[in-house]
């Protein structure tokens, strides 16, 4: 899995390309853990580029989110594909994790 990052308002932007499955979460959940020792709490994944995501890699989206609202942060999902929007459903990650169509939306919405 690679990724691009920006930054918008404070807000840290990733916008991942490949598989977020076992063998990549690692990479995300260490730079998610570099931006939080600098304060940084507030994320938003762009998930267009991903092609699959395997348990392992909705486990880490799940803990990431719980463990940025505690600190006061959060996390938004945008541009998901189809299929992933189903399973985020299925699995009733959809109603825990916030889901939005662009960028721009999430971050109104922080």
């Given at each position: 899995m690679e990724y691009t990052e920006s930054k918008i308002d404070g807000i840290i932007v990733l916008k991942l390309f490949g598989n977020l499955d076992m063998l990549n979460a690692g990479i995300l959940k260490e730079r998610i853990r570099e931006s939080t020792?600098?304060?940084?709490h507030k994320f938003i994944f762009d998930l267009g580029g991903v092609n699959f995501v395997d348990s392992s890699g909705f486990g880490l989206i799940m803990?990431?989110?719980?463990k940025l609202a505690?600190?006061?942060g959060?996390?938004?999902i945008v541009n998901v594909s189809?299929?992933?929007?189903q399973i985020f459903r299925i699995s009733k990650i959809a109603s825990v994790i916030q889901i939005y169509e662009t960028t721009d939306e999430a971050l109104k919405s922080f």
């Open positions: 020792a600098n304060k940084e803990s990431l989110n719980d505690d600190i006061g959060g996390l938004r189809k299929t992933i929007r």
